[in-house]
């Protein structure tokens, strides 16, 4: 099994910037991609942004220019540098991964558990 730990969330003003960290532990033979969604109240999950284990990256249209992701494979970490937040991106921040645990031949995703993001006018 792999887990994910999101830290980071929080209330800020618009205009303002956050960063957000997501830790992946457990039985990990091998992550491929990781990345983050977001969901807000009465809306679909949606993506936010995604990379690969080679470094390739893709935003949603809504965040290209404020939102940057990157990743340490080395430590099995994610983040996400968002800056120019505005209310619209108010929503629960969710970290994924697509990972193949300990003896499992087979990648899966997983989620963490979400951590708010509130952005004031």
């Known amino acids: 099994q792999v887990q994910l730990v999101e830290s980071g969330g929080g209330l800020v003003q618009a205009g303002g910037s956050l960063r957000l960290s997501c830790a992946a532990s457990?039985?990990?033979?091998?992550?491929?991609?990781m990345g983050w969604y977001r969901q807000a109240p009465g809306k679909q999950r949606e993506l936010v942004a995604t990379?690969?284990?080679?470094?390739?990256?893709n935003y949603a249209d809504s965040v290209k220019g404020r939102f940057t992701i990157s990743r340490n494979n080395a430590k099995d970490t994610l983040i996400l540098q968002m800056n120019s937040l505005k209310p619209e991106d108010t929503a629960v921040y969710y970290c994924?991964?697509?990972?193949?645990?300990?003896?499992?031949?087979?990648?899966?995703?997983?989620w963490g558990q979400g951590t708010q993001v509130t952005v004031s006018s």
């Open positions: 990379t690969t284990s080679s470094g390739s990256s």
């Open positions: 994924n991964c697509n990972a193949r645990s300990g003896y499992d031949p087979v990648y899966r995703n997983y």
């Open positions: 457990g039985s990990i033979f091998s992550i491929n991609r």
